[in-house]
């Protein structure tokens, strides 16, 4: 069974950085991949960040784009994400998700497992 448990979550003054962990059990890392989302009260499941582990590429929406870096321990069955300048409209339930093919980074419909989420709070 797998199983992903987020960890990192908090609040932080805007312009600040905060590195969310994701650790997976029942879950190979040598193949498919693993992303970040987040959700905002009354808003869809957005993609941040995915890795592919067949090729290593990364994938990173416009949101993240030079602000956030997705990356994996796999010693550790762990991925992160590096959240550098944040600002409030970060604010979010962040969740990890990860798929045993390749699910677009995009399409959170397309990933079967998901955490259960850590919350961030950006203030102004």
């Known amino acids: 069974q797998v199983h992903l448990v987020e960890s990192g979550g908090g609040s932080v003054q805007a312009g600040g950085s905060l590195r969310l962990s994701c650790t997976a059990s029942?879950?190979?890392?040598?193949?498919?991949?693993m992303g970040w989302f987040r959700q905002a009260p009354g808003k869809e499941r957005e993609g941040l960040a995915a890795?592919?582990?067949?090729?290593?590429?990364?994938v990173y929406a416009d949101a993240a784009t030079g602000r956030f870096t997705i990356s994996r321990d796999n010693a550790k069955n762990t991925v992160y994400l590096q959240m550098n300048s944040l600002n409030p409209e970060d604010t979010a339930m962040y969740y990890c998700?990860?798929?045993?093919?390749?699910?677009?980074?995009?399409?959170?419909?397309?990933?079967?497992?998901w955490g259960q989420g850590t919350q961030v709070t950006v203030s102004s």
């Open positions: 029942g879950y190979s890392f040598s193949s498919g991949c």
């Open positions: 998700a990860a798929d045993p093919g390749l699910a677009p980074a995009a399409v959170a419909t397309m990933w079967d497992y």
């Open positions: 890795l592919y582990s067949d090729d290593g590429s990364t």
